[in-house]
C-alpha cells in the first residue's frame, strides 16, 4: 500500500510555496475539498500526517473495523461516473475496502500531485496585513495560503488514559486508532482490551478467536446492534446504481442523513406487543436504523427505556452465564453514546479464553511491567490494547497552534467549549474553514455525505468571494453566539446530554462539557443554503 501511495506524482515539499488554499488533512474530507477547489482553478496543498491517503481509514487497522453505514450510502456523490464503476462487495465495507477506494477516487481524479504525506502541520496563524495564513509542519517547512481548510477529522486525535505506569508494561501495547500497518498476531498470547465502544465492539471478536486468553476491561457497557452483515448481492447494488440519485435524495431528507426508515409512530404510543415486533425487525435486519424504529426513542426517557430493555433482554437471551449478561447490560439511555453495530460482540463472552472485567467500580490503578492492576485483582498480560477512543471533535484542531486575528490563539477562544457558526468557521478566524465541525451534524450523521456538503459549501463560498471582489470572510460574533446557543437548544431537547460521552467531551479529563454535534441533517443542510442565498447572512466579508 505505501508503495502505490509514494508514486512520483504526490507533492513534493512546499518549501516557501504559496498556494490559494492550503487544505490540512487528506481523508474523505480532504480529497473531496481538493477536487472542489481545484475545479475552480485554485493552487492548491493539502498536508497530511500520515504515510498515505485514508484518515481514519488509513489510521483504523484494528482486526474487524469496518463501516457501520451501509457502504453504498458511505461513499461520494459528486461523480455519478464515480457511483457508477465502484463496486462494493460487502453490505458493510470493511476498512481495507474504503481505503481502496480513497485510493481509486485520488487516482481517478489525479489527487496526489498536489498531497504532500508524512507532513503534520504544526502552527497556522494569520497575517492580518498580508491577508493570508501562513501555515507550518514539524519538518520546518512553511507555506502561504489565502484560505485555510480544516479537514482533520472528527475522531482523528486518540485518547489514551493517563495510566500510572503507562510506559512501563514489557510486552507491546496497541491503540485502535493507531494501529500497525504490519500484522499484529495474538496467537497464544494473554491480551488485555480496555475499552467497549464501537472500536473495542469491532475487535473484541477477532481477537478472542486468536488470543489464548482475553481480558476485556469494561468501564461501561455498550448496546450493540447485530451488524448482519454480508456480501452485497450485485442485483440490489445494480438496481441502486439505477436511481442513484433518488437514494441520495431521500437519505439528505433523513434525521442522520442516511436511510434508517425512520418510525413515524411514539413508542410510547404503540402497545408492547407493536413495540417488540418494531424492535424484533430492525434487530433482525441490523443496523443502526434500529433506534429510529420509533420518533420519540431520543427524546423521552420512558420510550428509550423501551428499547433499552429490549437489547437487555437480548444479551440475556445470547449470553449463558447470568452474571456476565448483568455485567455486560448497559443501563444508560440507548443511543446517548453512539450505538454501535457487531458481528458476534455478546456471543464471544461466551467463550472459555474470554473474561469479562468490571472496572467501574475497581477500576484500573496502573499498568505493570506483567499487565494491569485494578483495586481488586492484577492480571498479567503479554499484549495490551486500548481500545480507549479519541479526544473528538477538537482534539486534531487544537493540536496545531491556530492563531487568528490579533494573535488569538484557537485554544484560547475555544477553553470553555468550542464555538462556531454552523460548524464552518469561528470569529476571530478569517478565511479559515472547518469540514465537519464542532456545531455542524458531523458525527451525528452519514459523514461522507455531510463532508461532501460542507466542501461544497466552502467551494461556492470562495467562488463568491472571487466573483464580488472579496477578500476574507469570518462569521459575526452575533451569528456565532445564535448559533452556539441554538446547537445547545436542539441538543437540550434530547436526551442526549444525559450520559458520559465523546459527543459532550466527557471522556477527556478536563475537556470542558459541551454537546458538540449539531443533530438534524436536513434542516442544518436548509440553514446552510438559506445563508448562502442571502450573501452569506451571518458573515462579514470585506475586499
Ligand atoms: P469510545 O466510544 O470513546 O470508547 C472508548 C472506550 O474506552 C469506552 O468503553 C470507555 O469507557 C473506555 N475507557 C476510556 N477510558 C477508560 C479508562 N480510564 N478505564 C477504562 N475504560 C476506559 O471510542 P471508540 O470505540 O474508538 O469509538 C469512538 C467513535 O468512533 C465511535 O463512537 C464511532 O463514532 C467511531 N467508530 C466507528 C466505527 C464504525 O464505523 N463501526 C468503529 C470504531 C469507531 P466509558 O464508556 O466508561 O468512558
Known amino acids: ?18 498556494f490559494d488554499a492550503v487544505i490540512v488533512g487528506a481523508g474523505f474530507a480532504g480529497l473531496c475539498m481538493l477536487h472542489r477547489l481545484r475545479e475552480l482553478g485554485l493552487s ?21 473495523a469496518r463501516c457501520d453505514v451501509e457502504s453504498m450510502e458511505y461513499s461520494y456523490q459528486f461523480s455519478e461516473e464515480l457511483q457508477q464503476e465502484w463496486n462494493w462487495s460487502e453490505r458493510f465495507a470493511a476498512q481495507q475496502e474504503i481505503l481502496r477506494y480513497l485510493e481509486h477516487v485520488a487516482d481517478r481524479f489525479d489527487l496526489r500531485r498536489d498531497i504532500q504525506l508524512d507532513t503534520r502541520v504544526s502552527s497556522a496563524v494569520f497575517d492580518e496585513s498580508a491577508g493570508r495564513w501562513t501555515i507550518e509542519t514539524d519538518g520546518g517547512a512553511r507555506a502561504s495560503a489565502k484560505f485555510c481548510i480544516m479537514a482533520t477529522g472528527c475522531l482523528s486525535s486518540t485518547s489514551t488514559p493517563r495510566f500510572a ?8 501495547t496497541f491503540h485502535t486508532g493507531n494501529w500497525p500497518h504490519a500484522p499484529v498476531d495474538f496467537s497464544g498470547k494473554r491480551v488485555g482490551v480496555i475499552g467497549t465502544g464501537s472500536s473495542g465492539v469491532q475487535s473484541i471478536p477477532l481477537i478472542a478467536r486468536q488470543a489464548a486468553q482475553l481480558f476485556v476491561f469494561q468501564r461501561t457497557p455498550t448496546y450493540t446492534v447485530p451488524a448482519h452483515n454480508h456480501p452485497l448481492d450485485p442485483g440490489v447494488q445494480e438496481r441502486i446504481k439505477g436511481d442513484y440519485a433518488g437514494l441520495r435524495r431521500r437519505a439528505a431528507q433523513m434525521p442522520f442523513g442516511f436511510d434508517t426508515r425512520p418510525g413515524e ?39 428509550n427505556d423501551t428499547a433499552a430493555e429490549f437489547v ?8 449463558r452465564d447470568p452474571r456476565v449478561a448483568e455485567m455486560l447490560s448497559p443501563r444508560q439511555v440507548i443511543a446517548c453514546k453512539r450505538l454501535c453495530i457487531d458481528t458476534g460482540y455478546y456471543e464471544t463472552f461466551n467463550r472459555s479464553n474470554v ?21 481488586n485483582a492484577e492480571y498479567e498480560l503479554d499484549c495490551i490494547v486500548f481500545a480507549t477512543g479519541f479526544d473528538a471533535m477538537t482534539g486534531a484542531l487544537l493540536g496545531i497552534d491556530i492563531r487568528g486575528r490579533g494573535g488569538l490563539s484557537l485554544a484560547r477562544k475555544w477553553a470553555e467549549g468550542p464555538r462556531t457558526y454552523l460548524g464552518l468557521a469561528t470569529a476571530g478566524f478569517p478565511n479559515l474553514f472547518m469540514i465537519t465541525g464542532p456545531g455542524s451534524p458531523s458525527v451525528l450523521s452519514n459523514m461522507v455525505p455531510s463532508i461532501e ?11 463568491y468571494l472571487r466573483e464580488h471582489e472579496l477578500a476574507r470572510i469570518e462569521p459575526t460574533a452575533l451569528a456565532e453566539d445564535a448559533w452556539v446557543e441554538h ?35 436536513p434542516a442544518y443542510v436548509q440553514k446552510c443554503d438559506e445563508v448562502a442565498a442571502k450573501g452569506y447572512e451571518g458573515f462579514a466579508a470585506t475586499p
Open 355 to 375: 473474561t469479562l472485567i468490571d472496572v467501574s467500580a475497581a477500576p484500573i490503578e496502573a499498568i505493570t511491567p506483567r499487565g494491569l492492576r485494578t483495586k
Open 44 to 64: 492548491v496543498r493539502v498536508f497530511e500526517r500520515g504515510s498515505g491517503i485514508g484518515g481514519t481509514w488509513f489510521w483504523n487497522r484494528y482486526p474487524g
Open 1 to 18: 500500500m505505501r508503495d502505490a501511495q509514494a508514486k512520483p506524482t504526490q507533492a513534493g515539499p512546499a518549501e516557501n510555496g504559496r
Open 453 to 463: 456538503q460542507h466542501a461544497n459549501w466552502i467551494a461556492r463560498c470562495i467562488a
Open 265 to 303: 409512530k411514539l413508542a410510547l404510543e404503540a402497545t408492547a406487543e407493536e413495540r417488540r415486533a418494531e424492535y424484533e425487525d430492525r434487530w433482525a435486519r441490523g443496523g443502526l436504523p434500529f433506534i429510529s424504529g420509533f420518533a420519540d426513542l431520543l427524546y423521552s426517557k420512558d420510550a
Open 165 to 172: 505506569g503507562l510506559d512501563s508494561f514489557a510486552g507491546p
Open 487 to 521: 446547537v445547545n437548544e436542539v441538543a437540550g431537547g434530547t436526551l442526549f446530554p444525559s450520559c458520559n460521552s465523546w459527543y459532550l467531551g466527557a471522556n477527556v479529563p478536563g475537556k470542558p462539557r459541551v454537546f458538540m454535534p449539531y443533530l438534524g441533517f
Open 312 to 319: 437487555r433482554a437480548k444479551i440475556r437471551e445470547i449470553v
